[in-house]
């Protein structure tokens, strides 16, 4: 059986050319396809809402399929952009939703937010990139999860980003060897705990980050090792793949359906 370690490093041996396997896949081909030729098409909001298959394209490739049936939610996303302070998108901790504005500004660009590299090439790259991981993750969890630090890893800059985000604190949690139990103890004193054990400056270093990610994949094949470990846990409401209670609350108060 191959390890969390070993698969984890043949994947992202050569990322380039990972990704360019999961992007031949039959169906990421034709749903890529299908994306890249109508997208340039799309001038508004309405229009985006209007044709499913691509906003669920949209949705997958920020990490945001499971908040695909909230349109009202994501209609004010979207239309209300990042350029304000006071914009839906920049009062949500979670970054997935700005990322998405920064794909498909609307707010700022108009008619023009889909002609720009970003929204093409740079969505389906996107695309690509969380297929791999969800890929991984169906064989491994542990790979998906050194798969996800890895990208995220960057915009770490503080011991509460990595509390915000259930997936990169199992991977922290993991690698310094602190028990599940930590995570319900007093949020500043987890995070002051993780900005000691860590300078998250080598976060940015390619090298440090890999040597960070080599003791996760190694550790938890230890600690993981077992049937009665639920892969898919992690991944759940908590982490940042599912919807945390704040979110729904602010569901709720929207009329849902997308208008």
Do not use: C
């Not at 004010?76 to 500004?105: C, M, P, W």
């Not at 892969?231 to 793949?241: E, I, K, N, R, T």
């Amino acid at each position: 059986m191959t390890t969390t370690y070993t698969s984890y490093k043949l994947i992202t041996a050569d990322l380039t050319k990972s990704l360019e396997r999961v992007s031949e896949q039959p169906d990421v081909a034709r749903e890529t396809e299908y994306y890249l030729s109508k997208i340039g098409g799309i001038k508004t909001v309405d229009d985006f809402f209007a044709d499913s298959r691509l906003y669920n394209y949209a949705m997958k490739a920020h990490g945001l399929e499971d908040m695909a049936y909230a349109k009202a939610f994501m209609r004010k996303v979207l239309s209300e952009g990042i350029d304000s302070d006071d914009a839906f998108a920049n009062k949500l901790t979670d970054g997935r939703y700005k990322a998405l504005v920064e794909s498909l500004n609307f707010a700022r660009n108009g008619e023009a937010a889909t002609s720009f590299d970003r929204a093409q090439k740079g969505v389906a790259d996107k695309y690509a990139r969380q297929t791999l991981e969800q890929n991984a993750g169906e064989e491994n969890a542990g790979v998906r999860l050194a798969l996800y630090f890895s990208r995220m890893a960057p915009t770490i800059t503080s011991g509460y980003a990595i509390i915000a985000d259930e997936a990169l604190a199992q991977v922290v949690r993991t690698a310094l060897q602190l028990p599940d139990e930590f995570a319900a103890t007093d949020v500043d004193r987890q995070a002051e705990a993780y900005e000691a054990a860590i300078d998250l400056k080598d976060f940015q270093d390619p090298e440090k980050l890999a040597a960070f990610l080599d003791r996760f994949t190694a550790l938890w094949e230890v600690n993981n090792s077992t049937d009665s470990y639920d892969p898919l846990a992690v991944f759940g409401s908590s982490s940042g793949y599912g919807i945390s209670s704040d979110l729904l609350l602010s569901i709720n108060s929207l009329k849902l359906g997308g208008r």
